[in-house]
């Protein structure tokens, strides 16, 4: 079974540049400040209880994933254009009839890109380490360190004052780690 997940398009080049290995999501709802967090995980299934929940974990080892990315069709024509593959600038010349649809709206043909689950874990997200910080696509840089280029990744993909205050770096949120590996697109 194919399962869906969103990413940006600087994610979706890190992933195509076997850079991003890891992805981090939120736990929704949270847990409360005073709550333990349990892991039960096995080959199978990863999951959490907390505050009297079990809760599963949106993606299992072995899950297969598709990549929803920025992406347009080229009208008259079988094939998909992703953003991700810096095409805008030649495209927009020779093509006016098509434009950037948001990844949220990637239908499953499109998709280009597969990814096998091969773990799930929780944490809080500020306790990433350096190297996790480059498996989720981080580049340390002459200014930063990969966890600090990872912060600012994380909080500009939140959208809105609230999401950022309830879910950014500074809140430091339960999240599900999430790893990845490329794969082949499966027989369905």
Not at 48 to 66: A, E, N, T
Not at 114 to 133: C, G, W
Not at 160 to 182: F, M, S, T
Request: aromatic share 12%; hydrophobic share 40%.
């Amino acid at each position: 079974m194919f399962k869906p997940i969103l990413f940006n398009t600087d994610m979706v080049q890190a992933i195509l540049e076997d850079r991003k290995t890891v992805t981090r999501r939120v736990i929704k709802p949270q847990p409360k400040t005073d709550s333990t967090v349990t892991l039960f995980s096995t080959f199978d299934y990863a999951d959490i209880s907390y505050d009297g929940v079990l809760k599963l974990s949106p993606y299992q080892p072995g899950d297969i994933l598709y990549v929803r990315e920025t992406w347009a069709k080229v009208k008259g024509e079988s094939r998909y254009l992703y953003k991700a593959d810096k095409v805008d600038f030649i495209y927009k010349e020779l093509h006016s009839s098509w434009k950037w649809k948001p990844s949220i709206h990637m239908p499953k043909e499109a998709a280009r890109i597969f990814l096998r689950v091969t773990n799930v874990s929780v944490a809080k997200l500020q306790d990433i380490t350096e190297e996790q910080a480059k498996a989720e696509g981080a580049e340390e840089n002459n200014i930063l360190d990969a966890v600090h280029e990872f912060r600012i990744i994380w909080d500009d993909t939140l959208k809105g004052e609230k999401a950022l205050i309830e879910y950014g770096w500074v809140a430091n949120p339960w999240v599900w780690v999430i790893e990845l590996e490329r794969t082949e697109k499966p027989n369905e």
